[in-house]
Every structure is written in C-alpha cells, then in structure tokens.
C-alpha cells in the first residue's frame, strides 16, 4: 500500500534506529564456529563452492573469511529468497558485487517448483570448472561441489531445488524455519546425473559477519539469528523502522490501523487486538482482584515478525 505523500509528509517517522548499547558477540551459536575449520578439511575434492545468501542483505553478513581459506575455488553466489526481495535495482547490485571481487552471481527461489535460474546452476558451475584450473582431481570421478552460507538462507532448500531440477527426485535435506537446523555430519549428495554432480551438504554454516548492530539486525529480520538471542521485542521494532523507511505500509491495512505509525507498541497492540493474542492479568484493585486483558506483546512482534518473513508486508532490499 502506497500511501500519498501529503499523508507520509504529515507523519513523522525516525530517521534514525537507535540500537543502544547492544553487544552482538553471543548472538551465534559456537557450533558454527567449527564451519570453517570442518569445510577446510574437506576441501581437497572440491570443483565448485556454492555460497548462498539471502537477497535481502547481498551486502551484509556474507562471511568473507571463507574466501580467504576456500578462495582457490570457482565461487558461485547464489542470492535466494528473491521472492521476498525488492531487486529493482538488480544492476547496482550486481556491479558492487563484482567490484568486491563476486563475479558468478544467480538469484533464486528455492521454494518454487520450476525456477528457471536453478535450471542455470548446472550449466554455470560446469562452465566455470572448465575455465579454472582444476585441483587435486582425476578425470574419471564427477564433480563435487561445496554448499556454505550463512544459517538459514536456504542451503537445504537449494540442494533438495537442484535434486528437483535435475533428478526429478525429492527431497534429501532436511529444512528448517530455524537457523542452525543443519548441524550434522557432512553429507555427500548427488543432484546431477549427467554430469555426475555431488555436492557436500553440512556444514557449510559460515558465522555471519557482523561488522555493526546495524548488520546484526538485518540478519536478525531475516531470520538468521535466533530471535529470543537478539530480542523479538527489539527486532519488530528494527523491522516498523524499516517499513516506514522504505514506504512499505502494507502493515496498516493488514493491521488495521488508521495511519502509519512509528510506534512499536501502538503497532503491537494493534496486532495483539486484531489477532486475538491478548493475556488476562490478575489486578488487584481497592475493592478486590480483577482479571483483566492486556495485549500480548511478544505474540504480537513474533505474528509481525513472521508475517514479514512470509512476504506478507511487501519484497524489501534491506542493504
Ligand atoms: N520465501 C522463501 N523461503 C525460502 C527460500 N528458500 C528457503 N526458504 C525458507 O527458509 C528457511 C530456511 O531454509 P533451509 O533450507 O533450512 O536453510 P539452511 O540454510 O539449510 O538452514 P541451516 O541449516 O539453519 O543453515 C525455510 O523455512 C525455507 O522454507 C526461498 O527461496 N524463498
């Protein structure tokens, strides 16, 4: 929903989030800190690395110590979740990318049946094996690919869409709405036939850079950290911030709230209302107790949360 300038002219949004003094350093499970370690190790029979990121953040949380330690292979960059994302400036994205040094890009939707870009990932990853020297590998096995990404931005996903594409087979990773649900040994699985075309499933997760709260946060809305260690509390408000900053108001209809607001707790109280997620309190009065009902605040920012997370508040470019 648009709303017309004179209407966002008379509403006065923050043009800055305050993120006080948060500390980001716990905001990653250590398990994830063996990633790199573990996808070393494996390295050796490795044609192909596929990183795959979220859309959203083409920019932020991409973790470039794995360029140093697993830069000697050809790199594909996958962007996903480009269902949920605003790349109406596709080119600029492209471009920056590439001065930082990420030439192989492909955006896509592993949620969709057919998606013609994940159609190209076989073809591209071939082509880029052939034009880069190969390494430590004899000519009669196939090709052996490496997934890595930050949590939850779809590795699963991506190689259950390939085994699609390609195997016409279903699914053999499990998935999560979870970040960190891929924690397993590593796995070898096939998903080309002709080429043969394997690629090593866990444990691609790379800790995400988080060079500022700023970029934790993006991460957060994105749902690659875990919301209770960064606040649901804090990340609806980081996520109305953002709303309001990119003109997206479909939250007011939805909601239904009279206006754009700027105030998370007059968002949240509209949801808890309009979804019926209010708690009765006990009270205790002059003349005796009372029950009484409050809206539900965290129910509500994990219902806004979600609710931006499915799409349902409008594609966003969050760097
Ligand atoms: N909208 C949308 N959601 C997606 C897409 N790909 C994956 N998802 C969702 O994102 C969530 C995480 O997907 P996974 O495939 O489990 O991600 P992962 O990177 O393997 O997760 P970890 O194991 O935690 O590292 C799931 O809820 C998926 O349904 C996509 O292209 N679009």
């Known amino acids: 929903m648009k709303l017309c300038r004179a209407l966002q002219n008379l509403i006065k949004f923050r043009s800055a989030f305050d993120f006080g003094e948060r500390e980001v350093a716990h905001w990653f499970p250590g398990h994830m800190a063996k990633g790199l370690k573990q996808m070393r190790a494996n390295l050796k029979n490795v044609d192909c690395i596929i990183e795959i990121h979220d859309a959203r953040i083409p920019f932020s949380g991409r973790n470039p110590q794995f360029q ?15 269902d949920l994302a605003d790349i109406a400036h596709k080119q600029s994205i492209l471009k920056r990318l590439e001065r930082d040094g990420v030439k192989n890009v492909i955006f896509a939707n592993c949620l969709r049946q057919r998606d013609d870009n ?6 591209q990853v071939l082509e880029l094996i052939e034009n880069s020297p190969r390494f430590h590998r004899s000519e009669d096995r ?15 996903s991506f190689i259950n869409a390939l085994r699609r ?7 053999a990773s499990r998935v999560g709405a979870e970040p960190g649900i891929t924690k397993a040994v590593l796995t070898k699985i096939q998903v080309c036939e002709r080429p043969v075309m394997h690629l090593l499933d866990t444990p691609g997760v790379l800790s995400p850079r988080i060079e500022s709260v700023e970029t934790g946060m993006k991460l957060a809305l994105c ?12 990340i609806a408000d980081y996520l109305l911030f953002t709303l309001n900053r990119l003109d997206r108001f479909s939250y007011v209809e939805k909601y239904g709230l009279q206006e754009p607001s700027d105030s998370i707790e007059q968002v949240l109280k509209h949801i808890a209302i309009k979804m019926g997620k209010t708690q009765r309190v006990k009270a205790i009065t002059g003349v005796g107790n009372i029950t009484i009902k409050v809206p539900n605040y965290t129910a509500a920012a994990y219902d806004f949360i979600r609710a931006f997370r499915r799409g349902e508040l409008g594609k966003v470019m969050l760097d």
Do not use: A, F, Q, W
């Open 142 to 156: 196939g090709y052996c690919l490496m997934v890595i990404g930050v949590p939850n931005v779809g590795k699963s």
């Open 68 to 82: 140093e330690s697993l830069d000697v292979r050809p790199h594909l960059l996958v962007l996903n979740k480009v």
């Open 118 to 123: 994940i159609k190209k990932i076989v073809p």
């Open 165 to 171: 594409t390609n195997l016409k087979k279903g699914k």
């Open 223 to 234: 749902g690659t950290i875990l919301d209770h260690l960064v606040g649901e509390d804090v």
